[in-house]
């Protein structure tokens, strides 16, 4: 049965979309992506202040005398996103904010203050919704921000949590991902699949617990990738590194989805291709290791594996000398002209074409 709205809401007019047709169309056709593209597509902004609306890590309005506020949203969902069955809630409070914080760094601007919505369903205790909390504050003492307000409501469907994050930064200083130039450096920070390989651990040992009662879960030797997808860190380091060697990005995006997904949204922003080295794609021995374990292929856990966390930007070939030996970021290729598409040049020097198989919500269902 469809319930239809009374009388009063029939003078809101649909302006942008489509008729709406007898078709029905799953979410699944179009993706995450595709569905916001869809939702924002005639999204027009009034006011002058909104410098930069939907299409990068977060918004941009103007505070004037040359100052931005950066603003992001992401949402967190139990089932979807993490799993109380390992995730503790210190973890995933922490985890919650800096997966925010993250995305102000993106736009290198630094992040000042977060609020934070919950949902939660009467499974949850205040002892355990406080632990969800110190996690919270103390990635708040850890980045420096403030937790200046929020929303609490019921949930019939376990914990939901939305955090938004706020950031300041000069005018001049905002990274988008639109403006990479041709023949520009691709960089990236840290190691890449070490998240996603951590997770494939805890499946496994919730797995065996569920099968074999009683057995506790083997986690010993994967400290490293447990860490990266319990309680990963924001890339703040390397926006104040790369202030002090004096780089300005040309173009910047975080790595939540994986690398490959990444690498298309700066070139398809910045209407340009790119050469990716796979011999050059970083990665630490345990997630190699740990990916062979599983029979994965370490390169594909790095470039669709995702939730690392770490920094993709692009350099100008002036900026090598800056950036060239530092241990805390690897040139992984190159930025070309559209034509010539996304390609990555495997060990035996092949070009594939880059394609995303990023983690998506929307399409993940379907997997399970
Ligand atoms: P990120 O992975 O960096 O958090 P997303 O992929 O979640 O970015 O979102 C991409 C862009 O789309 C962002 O600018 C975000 O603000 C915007 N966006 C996402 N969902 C919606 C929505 N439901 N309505 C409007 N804008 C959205
Ligand atoms: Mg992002």
């Known amino acids: ?11 809101l007019e649909r302006l942008n979309f489509a008729p709406m047709s007898n078709n029905r169309t799953e979410l699944e056709e179009l993706g995450e992506f595709g569905l916001i593209k869809r939702l924002t597509e ?6 002058p202040s909104t410098l930069y609306a939907v299409g990068d890590d977060a918004a941009v309005i103007d505070a004037g005398d040359g100052m931005v506020k950066v603003v992001t949203t992401d949402m967190l969902m139990e ?22 914080l993250s995305d102000v760094y993106a736009m290198n601007a630094i992040p000042k203050q977060v609020t934070v919505s919950i949902a939660l369903s009467n499974r949850f205790s205040l002892e ?9 504050y103390k990635a708040c003492t ?7 307000g929020g929303d609490t409501t019921s949930s019939l469907s376990g914990l939901a949590l939305s955090i938004t994050a706020v950031g300041e930064a000069k005018k001049e200083d905002v990274v988008y991902r639109k403006n990479a130039q041709e ?12 998240a996603y390989m951590g997770l494939q651990v805890l499946e496994r040992e919730k797995k065996v617990f569920k099968e074999t009662s009683g057995v506790q879960p083997k986690l010993e030797g994967n400290d490293y990738i447990l860490e990266r997808q319990l309680k990963p860190e924001a890339r703040k380091d390397i926006i104040e590194m790369l202030e002090q060697l004096g780089v300005k990005p040309s173009s910047m995006i975080d790595i939540s989805d994986g690398l490959a997904s990444e690498v298309l949204h700066l070139t398809d922003q910045s209407g340009l291709g790119s050469v990716v080295y796979e011999e050059k794609i970083p990665i630490d021995p345990t997630t190699f290791e740990r990916a062979r374990e599983f029979h994965l292929d370490p390169t594909v856990c790095a470039l669709s594996g995702g939730e690392d966390y770490e920094l993709l930007f692009t350099v100008s070939q002036d900026d090598y000398e800056k950036i060239k030996g530092n241990p805390n970021m690897t040139v992984i290729g190159y930025m070309v002209d559209k034509a010539s598409g996304n390609h990555l040049i495997d060990k035996r020097e092949q070009a594939h074409p880059l394609t995303a198989q ?5 399409l993940k269902k379907e997997e399970d």
């Open 42 to 47: 005639n999204n027009k902004a009034v006011n």
């Open 358 to 362: 990023g983690w998506d919500p929307i």
């Open 142 to 148: 850890v980045y420096g921000v403030d937790l200046v």
């Open 79 to 100: 089932g979807i996103h993490f799993d109380l069955s390992y995730s503790p809630l210190l973890h995933l409070g922490y985890k919650a904010v800096v997966v925010n």
């Open 128 to 136: 355990a919704v406080e632990e969800l909390y110190h996690g919270i």
């Open 183 to 194: 023949k520009d450096l691709l960089v990236v920070s840290g190691d890449l699949g070490g």
């Open 1 to 11: 049965m469809t319930l239809r709205p009374f009388g009063a809401v029939s003078s």
